[in-house]
């Protein structure tokens, strides 16, 4: 749980709903609905009754609105009494697996508005190199695709739930992602990578036989082999930049759609924790603040 989630919740029930609130805290409508549901998820109970419109707060949500009003109100005096963003300096060294490294132009602006001082570095790799390497102490956190067998000194903070779609050029459009597949050379993720041994592996379970003509170890590649119509290929939904979805055709890949976990992993016991809390917040902040227009089949 995270404080915007509370400050989330206090929003919609001081402004009457879901779309005042997110005039008010300058977010989308669809950023307040998740972080409604990641709160309701880490309650374990739902808050709102969304059986009537608008919404309006169940018993649940009614016990536990003045304790979330009085953290949110603890957590404003606190921050104003305590030093200004910009004294918190020093450096911290991020991992990040290849296929993830769109979120990072957003995140360090944002965290560069915020806290000037502070520098961040980042290493790329493979998810479980990465992982090892967070164990060791060589990096502070790794953001990576999650993978079952996570150390036990490690903690994972989820940032987003992602779809796999199969990519295509836009003359595709209705046919499924079967046939698509079937029908045309692929290219896929690097297999040595985790989302690329997920597709692997639900290839497998699908029986879907393609012809593979490449691997990529980044999205552009996939990208403009699509574009230029050599081939088609399956990745996931966050990486596909907005400008090129004029001219793509998305599908989801399976019924119900695979997905993916993002997850930012750090040590149980870390020397940075304001550090790793700052890098969270604004990782979760370009996730939930994406473009979410596209539409996948």
Known sequence: MQLNHLRALVAIVDTGGFNSAAAKLGLTQAAI???I???EEWLGFE?????VRPPRLNNAGLLILDQAREIVDMCDKFKDSAPVSSELRGSIKIGAVTGLSHFFPQTLSDLR???GHLQVQIVTGYASDLAHSVVRGRLDAA???QFPELDAELISRPILTDTLVVVA???YAGR???EILTSNPYVGPNRNSEVGRLIEQALKKRRIKIDPLMEFDTVETLLMMVLHGLAVGINPRSTIGERYLDDLYLVSFGSPAIQRTVSLVQKRETRRPMFLD???????GVATNGDTRAQVA
């Open 113 to 115: 508005k915020r806290y």
């Open 47 to 51: 808050l709102f009754e969304r059986s």
């Open 169 to 171: 050029p836009r003359g």
């Open 278 to 284: 700052a890098m969270y917040d604004a990782l979760c």
């Open 143 to 145: 953001v990576i695709t």
């Open 33 to 35: 609905s998740m972080q």
């Open 176 to 178: 499924s992602d079967i």
């Open 37 to 39: 549901k990641r709160l």
